[in-house]
């Protein structure tokens, strides 16, 4: 292997560690009117929190904030990347333009809508 080819290695392992990320836990709720998730970001501040639906698939991503006072450094860190990331193929059946989305001390909430024609109805019988 020659030099460029070596730098070219390098580059693509160091753009594959920067786009490693955490997944984090999520729990998804169903329901007749449809889903709940939640979603444990801890260190993350509303600011780095992207949230995208794009071609039925739902993406979560945040940068962890951790600060370290200037001059100390983490002599044992368990977070070890700075950033989440979790994607999610949506159903057909969700209306992915009525989602609703909360965030509060690092929990996500998303609650996603059923789309009309998916959702149950009651069909009236009439005597003839």
């Known amino acids: 292997m020659n030099m460029n080819e070596s730098t070219q290695v390098a580059k693509a392992a160091e ?13 998804v709720i169903e329901d007749t009117g449809g889903i709940t998730l939640y979603a444990d970001l801890p260190g993350v501040p509303k600011d780095k ?7 039925g698939t739902l993406t979560i991503e945040g940068e962890v904030a951790l ?10 860190a368990e977070v070890s990347l700075p950033r989440y990331r979790r ?3 949506l159903s057909k059946e969700l209306d992915t333009q009525k989602v609703n989305a909360e965030f509060n001390q690092g929990l996500l909430k998303l609650r996603i809508p059923k789309a009309e024609h998916a959702k149950p109805r009651r069909i009236e019988v009439k005597l003839t």
Not at 15 to 27: H, K, S
Not at 49 to 55: K, N, P, R
Request: overall charge negative; aromatic content about 4%; hydrophobic content about 50%.
């Open 67 to 76: 600060d370290v006072p200037q001059g100390m450094e983490a002599t044992h």
């Open 49 to 55: 929190l992207s949230l995208q639906v794009e071609a």
């Open 15 to 27: 753009a594959a560690r920067n786009e490693a990320a955490m997944l984090p836990p999520v729990d």
């Open 87 to 89: 994607v999610f193929t």
